[in-house]
């Protein structure tokens, strides 16, 4: 989930047109999965160098096409730290509960 002040730009007309135009110039497919020889759909366009409220309304960072990478899910995980799904098992096998706010490990993101 997009950190509050990156909401607004995630909504934006020209951060959807970029988007989508990235995900059309790179066939729509896991960059980081391709380069392995895997063939994944990709999900997510990635900013290589993060957004921060510093280079939020730098066009240069924010939608440049050289700062975007197409993911999926478990390739925008890997780059975030994350688990590689989106759960997490007890030793029993059973899905544990989704990790609250306060349980969020120091110096992780959310987006």
């Given at each position: ?58 066009p240069s960072v924010t939608l440049n096409f050289a700062n975007l990478e197409l ?41």
């Open positions: 989930m997009a950190q509050e002040f990156a909401k607004a730009f995630y909504k934006s007309h020209a951060w959807q047109a970029c988007r989508d135009a990235y995900v059309e110039t790179v066939g729509g497919l896991c960059e980081r999965c391709l380069r392995r020889g895997e063939v994944t759909a990709g999900e997510i366009v990635h900013h290589k160098i993060a957004l921060t409220p510093k280079n939020i309304n730098d993911v999926c899910q478990t390739c925008h995980n890997k780059a975030h730290g994350k688990s590689e799904s989106r759960y997490e098992w007890t030793e029993m096998g059973d899905i544990k509960p989704p990790r609250s706010q306060s349980q969020t490990p120091k110096g992780s993101t959310g987006g």
